[in-house]
Antibody, heavy 118, light 111 residues
């Protein structure tokens, strides 16, 4: 079955760089049409799409955050990595990775809460 | 960039029917598929409707999706409401320049 799991630090300091890893199983990111996305949700707020990487290594970013985000994949490890630079307390959120097929997020990880505080 | 606007909250009694709207600010709602996600407290979202009106296996047929080009909006309708339907619901779509846009979410309360 398809599973995804986010991992990374629970706490980062302002101005630091956040690195999150999504480790998945049950599908291959080499399959044509397959993608993985990152989505975040601040406490009590709405979902916000951040970035997407596809089977062909094409990358897409949120317009408002693109200068701070980098997404990459390691198909041999079944992992997708997101880095976000210059973290701020407003970036405190639960960060999800999700399998993406035809722009539909059909499987989600459980999420990783990241708190930005000094 | 376009936006998807949802009501902040809706409420209805058990057994009744509720409809949640999702209005697209620019571009046609019919240009790109709409998905609907249910999110219960403390859990990741799950799909209740995809490609406008399709239900994943395991989602009861009490959930239905539709598109209205005249109002440029999508709707999620839940009939025969039960307490387990109480959750936040998000619509999501995309266009050629934006792989994903979410609505602001609607909190459904089953009174």
């Amino acid at each position: 079955q398809v599973t995804l799991r986010e991992s990374g630090p629970a706490l980062v300091k302002p101005t630091q760089t956040l690195t999150l890893t999504c480790t998945f199983s049950g599908f291959s990111l080499t399959t044509s049409g397959m993608c993985v996305s990152w989505i975040r949700q601040p406490p009590g707020k709405a979902l916000e799409w951040l970035a997407l990487i596809d089977w062909d290594d094409e990358k897409y970013y949120s317009t408002s955050l693109k200068t701070r985000l980098t997404i990459s994949k390691d198909t041999s490890k079944n992992q997708v990595v997101l880095t976000m630079t210059n973290m701020d307390p407003v970036d405190t959120a639960t960060y999800y990775c999700a399998r993406t097929w035809n722009r539909h997020f059909d499987y989600w990880g459980q999420g990783a809460l990241v708190t930005v505080s000094s | 960039n376009f936006m998807l606007t949802q009501p902040h909250s809706v409420s209805e009694s058990p057994g009744k029917t509720v409809t949640i709207s999702c209005t697209r600010s620019s571009g046609s709602i019919t240009d790109n598929y709409v998905q609907w996600y249910q999110q219960r407290p403390g859990s990741a979202p799950t799909t209740v409707i995809y490609v406008d009106n399709q239900r994943p296996s395991g989602v009861p047929d009490r959930f239905s999706g539709s598109i209205d080009s005249s109002s440029n909006s999508a709707s999620l309708t839940i009939s025969g409401l039960t307490a387990e339907d109480e959750a936040d619901y998000y619509c999501q779509s995309y266009d050629s320049g934006n792989p994903a846009v979410f609505g602001g979410g609607t909190q459904l309360t089953v009174l």
